[in-house]
């Protein structure tokens, strides 16, 4: 599961995750498409609002980096 796929597991909306972090939508668009080690700095937060394991988020973030390290290599 990418970062995408976590986000959207645990929340309605990208605008609603972006309430729950505090952040605009547009830093969650960031985190999903070119910086998903961004978002662990808000890991507690996943933790105590949605009852998340933090390992779950850890693992959608290293997903989301292998699939953009794809990306840029097939460029």
């Known amino acids: ?13 990208l ?3 972006a309430d729950v972090l505090d952040v605009s939508r547009r ?4 985190y999903i498409y070119v910086n998903p080690s961004g978002i662990l700095k808000h890991s507690a ?3 105590q609002r949605k009852d998340v394991n933090p390992l779950e988020l850890f693992d959608a973030v ?3 980096m292998e699939q953009l390290n794809e990306t840029k290599t097939k460029q």
């Open 1 to 13: 599961m990418n970062l995408k796929q976590f986000i959207k597991q645990h929340f309605e909306s």
């Open 62 to 64: 290293a997903e989301t």
């Open 15 to 17: 605008d609603e995750a």
């Open 45 to 47: 937060k996943f933790v």
């Open 27 to 30: 830093t969650v668009e960031n």
